[in-house]
Each structure stands twice: as C-alpha cells, then as structure tokens.
C-alpha cells in the first residue's frame, strides 16, 4: 500500500467520523424540538387566540370608553385575565427556550438554528411582557375610573392605547420550531426512525 492511499484512507476515516458527529448532534437536537413541539404548538395556539381578543376588546374600548360601575369592574377583570394569558404563554415559551439553550452544539450550523430559535422566541417573550404591562397598567386604570366621580365613562386608560399599539399589526406566532425541525430533517438527512420511540 502507498503512503498516498494511506492518507487517503486515513482522512475519508477522519471526515466521515466527523459526519456521523455532526449527525448524531442533529439527530439529539431535532429529538429535543421534537419533544417540545406540542408544547410550542400549544403555546402558538393560546397566544394567538388571546392577542386576537385582546385587539378586538382594545378597539372596542378606544371607540366606546371605558364604560361605567360595572363595565368598569368587567374591564378590570378582563385585563388581568389577559395579563395571565400572557404570563402563561410566555413561560411555556421560557420552557421551550430553555430546552434549546442547555443543548450541547459543538457544530457551527446546528448552533446557528439554535441561536436563530432562541432570538425568535426572545422576541415573542418580550412582546408577551409589553402586553402584560399594558394590561396590567390597564386593569390599574379601569379601578382609578371606578373610584373617581369625575369620570363620565368615554375615555379609557393609557394602557389601553399602549395595548392596542403593539397588538395592532400582530399577524400571529410563527412556527419556528417546526421550521428548524424542517431544516434539521433534510440537510442531515433524518428520517423519523431516526428520532426513536
């Protein structure tokens, strides 16, 4: 054998090994999303539908006012409700997050999918803790209306407008954790006998 095929050989051994390290990083990776994608999902869904409600109700409010006595208490209490919406999607958030971050990625593309996941999900957290603040400030507002004999019902709390301003253009969560999956699955090649029971 020549010390040119040996070298040969000797570096196909090395870059294929290499493959499989790559791989089986991915394999784990795409496994881990895949535990956590019900759980996305499910936040995607709630988040959704509250942010949905939550710009229906602010429109409602900027157009009509805050109402009065008992309109004023029902407000109160829908903003809280909407408040722990946010709270609850953002922690569900958090969980998926935080599954990703602890991944030990050793190769430059798998940690780039990561990064990408966990600025995406950063990003939703944030607006989830705008919105909670603007609700919170709002249920404040509805009960400094309900104690003032001052207030005649036509205005509504400043929440209510910083509310309606990050809800307005909001199209709906993305779903970034079945993209990555998507991604994962065909530059590695995984299939889902891969992924195991």
Same mark, same amino acid.
Request: aromatic share 8%; glycine share 8%; hydrophobic share 40%.
């Given at each position: 054998?020549?010390?040119?095929?040996?070298?040969?050989?000797?570096?196909a051994?090395?870059?294929?090994g290499?493959?499989k390290?790559e791989?089986?990083?991915?394999?784990?990776?795409?496994?881990?999303l895949e535990?956590?994608?019900?759980?996305?999902?499910s936040?995607?869904?709630?988040?959704?539908?509250f942010?949905?409600?939550a710009?229906t109700? *602010?429109?409602?409010l900027?157009?009509n006012?805050?109402? $009065? =006595?008992g309109? %004023?208490?029902?407000? #109160?209490?829908?903003?809280?409700?909407?408040?722990n919406s946010?709270?609850?999607?953002?922690?569900?958030?958090?969980q998926?997050?935080?599954?990703?971050?602890t991944?030990?990625?050793?190769?430059?593309?798998?940690q780039?999918i990561?990064?990408?996941?966990?600025?995406?999900i *950063?990003?939703?957290?944030?607006?989830?803790?705008?919105? $909670? =603040?603007?609700? %919170?400030e709002?249920? #404040?507002g509805?009960?400094?209306f309900?104690?003032?004999?001052?207030?005649?019902?036509?205005t509504?709390?400043?929440g209510i407008?910083?509310?309606?301003?990050l809800?307005?253009?909001?199209?709906?969560?993305?779903?970034?954790?079945?993209?990555a999956?998507?991604?994962?699955?065909?530059?590695?090649?995984?299939?889902?006998a891969?992924l195991?029971p």
């Amino acid at each position: 054998m020549s010390l040119r095929y040996c070298w040969l050989l000797a570096a196909a051994a090395f870059f294929t090994g290499c493959g499989k390290e790559e791989r089986g990083e991915a394999v784990a990776f795409c496994k881990i999303l895949e535990q956590k994608r019900a759980d996305f999902t499910s936040a995607n869904k709630v988040e959704k539908d509250f942010l949905e409600s939550a710009r229906t109700w *602010s429109d409602s409010l900027m157009a009509n006012g805050g109402g $009065r =006595a008992g309109e %004023l208490e029902q407000n #109160a209490g829908v903003a809280k409700d909407l408040a722990n919406s946010a709270s609850t999607v953002s922690t569900q958030l958090g969980q998926v997050r935080d599954a990703v971050e602890t991944m030990a990625l050793n190769k430059e593309y798998l940690q780039d999918i990561r990064t990408g996941l966990i600025n995406k999900i *950063s990003k939703r957290q944030r607006l989830l803790t705008e919105v $909670r =603040a603007a609700l %919170l400030e709002s249920a #404040a507002g509805f009960e400094e209306f309900r104690q003032s004999r001052a207030y005649n019902g036509d205005t509504y709390p400043t929440g209510i407008g910083k509310l309606n301003a990050l809800v307005q253009g909001y199209k709906g969560p993305e779903d970034s954790v079945a993209q990555a999956i998507a991604d994962l699955k065909a530059k590695y090649k995984i299939q889902d006998a891969d992924l195991g029971p």
